[in-house]
């Protein structure tokens, strides 16, 4: 299994970005997907989950209510929308998988990474 994230860049308090991450090499359906971030000098943490059907997901509370995380079997791609972002959001986001469909919640369970891709929000 291989996972390639896209989409980060350089926006503005307040401005809108959407990550991508594409699945090779397996089934999307069959996995719960994550989204986590490492910002500098800081360990990674855990953004948004989501399980196999796209019916359950889970966020962190710094990014409850701004971060929406989705999911497109038929297309092998998760993404994860995020709105109004703030410095404090800056850093490197990877997707992962959980080869439990249901593991959306379980951050230990993730053991397939994808690349980062590096969020720069400016003040």
């Known amino acids: 299994v291989q996972l390639q994230a896209s989409g980060g860049g350089v926006v503005q308090t307040g401005a809108s970005l959407t990550l991508s991450c594409k699945l090779s090499?397996?089934?999307?359906?069959?996995?719960?997907m994550g989204w986590f971030r490492q910002a500098p000098g800081r360990e990674r943490e855990f953004v948004a989950g989501?399980?196999?059907?796209?019916?359950?997901?889970a966020y962190a509370d710094s990014v409850k209510g701004r971060f929406t995380i989705s999911r497109d079997n038929a297309k092998n791609m998760v993404y994860l929308r995020m709105d109004s972002l703030r410095p404090g959001d800056t850093a490197d986001y990877f997707c992962a998988a959980n080869p439990h469909p249901y593991g959306h919640r379980n951050i230990n369970g993730f053991n397939y990474w994808g690349q980062g891709t590096l969020v720069t929000v400016s003040p």
């Open positions: 989501i399980g196999w059907s796209g019916t359950m997901t």
């Open positions: 090499g397996g089934t999307l359906s069959s996995f719960a």
